[in-house]
């Protein structure tokens, strides 16, 4: 079986290697698709769950599954979503997180180094984004993805706003339970104050038991809906028997931008939570990696948009994402570690429990899961192989070509940049929000640009109108060749409705 691993691992490469040499299309053709679904087990077949062997299924794997999967990792104009992709470090790194199957839940120091390496690579994470020193951040864990960061954000949150509101040494939601919690705190109600919070902020809030309708919109301006409307959230906190959670979109999904302007902003929310007992979450997932850009007047206008963030109380990053390592990867930091083990100690479990004290928790008190997958290695084999200069460099690539992009719809007469075509280039980070001035090519452009299969983005809606979105965030992001292929693309599409 090992042999067969060994053998198998080439024959990937090979295959993988062999479509990263010429330019990968973004969507496998449509026969593709239907030739690996009509190739699917049938419950009705006799030989329904029979066994097919290791060399059968890994044919079938390479030869006919592979050829229906997108090329989101391997082409490097997959700009929709905010998919990330992987660096090759990185997916080794995830080949050996699966060869050697970790289970990094309790810290056991004289029989794994995993949950040292997770410290390490969280640790590392402060440095890259300069939050502060670890000691400041004692609350910290690999996550699953900025989904689960933020149901981690917010059960903090939860917890900690009730916490303030009970007597001293009483029992908080982790053990009473939101209600009786709540009903002892004297509180009524828990919202959660954001600008253009993203769809997982409103999950997050149903799963920990605030509700999806707790997720109040206080957006600056009609102009500027992603920023945050700080004398609304005044008011808010203000309200009677209403314990509050302030989410900060950093950035926005749709439009890139930031519900802060800069560390002013930071500091009179930090001063008003400090005030009226809330607490403020950072649903960071691709924007702060803007922190880690190269200190360079190119970036400053990003670095100041997201200075102050490390003011928060929790922080949400995605790995994912701009880090480019493979899925499942997120990334949660909290001050004290004492509010995650208030809501997440996996209690009475004595042949679970680590033994004497450690300055690194077990995973599975401070996180939603038990068992674990070792996904902090790939992490800490970017950071370590890159370093804070070459992973500026990738995410100044990715900043480079998105501007240029907006640059260039931004001087075409035949679409509109939005949302604000006079806004400052320098504002842009790696979002390009675009509609088409042809209605009858807006209708159809995101088809017409994803069938294409050179370049992918995603469809959405501005101002109740369909608009284009290209989220660059691949280290493949190549600021000459894919701006040419983006501008010619974006020409002959016009021509065939002039
Ligand atoms: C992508 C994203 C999320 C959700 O992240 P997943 O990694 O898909 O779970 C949350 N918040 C923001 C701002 C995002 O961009």
Sequence with gaps: MDNFAVQAYQRIRQAAVVT??????????????????????????????????????????????????????????????????????????????????????VHLPDQTIATEVEDAALKMLLRLLSFGEPKEWEGRTFTTGATASNVLGLACGREA???????????????????????????????????????????????????????KDLPYSDAEPWRLDIAAVEKELQREHVASIIAISAGEVNTGRFATTGLEDMKRLRELADRYGAWVHVDGAFGIFARALPDTKEFSKLRDHTAGLELADSITVDGHKLLNVPYDNGIFFTRKSSVLTSVFQNPNAAYLSAGGASEIQSPLNIGLENSRRFRALPAYAVLLSEGKDGLAEMFARMVRLTRGIAQAIKKSDDYIWLPDESADIEDTHIVVLFRAKNEKLNEVLVKTINESAEWYVSGTKWKGQSACRV?????????????????????????QYK
């Design 20 to 105: 990263a040499q010429a330019p990968a299309s973004t969507l496998p053709p449509q026969e593709k698709l239907s030739e690996a679904r009509a190739s699917l087990p049938d419950p009705a077949s006799a030989d329904y769950l029979s066994s097919h062997g290791p060399e059968a299924t890994l044919d079938h794997l390479l030869g006919t599954i592979v050829p229906a999967l997108n090329g989101q990792n391997r082409s490097g104009r997959y700009w929709g979503f905010v998919t990330g992709s992987t660096l090759p470090i990185a997916e080794v790194a995830d080949n050996i997180v699966s060869a050697y199957d970790q289970n990094v839940q």
């Design 161 to 215: 706003v009730v916490t303030k509101r009970l007597a001293a040494g009483e029992e908080s939601v982790g053990t009473l339970g939101l209600l009786k919690a709540c009903i002892k705190a004297g509180i009524e109600d828990i919202q959660v104050l954001t600008s253009m919070g993203h769809s997982s902020l409103f999950k997050a809030a149903s799963v920990v038991g605030l509700g999806r309708s707790s997720v």
């Design 471 to 495: 989220a660059v965030a691949s280290w493949r992001a190549h600021d000459t060749e894919d701006l040419e292929l983006v501008k010619r693309s974006l020409e002959a599409m016009t021509a």
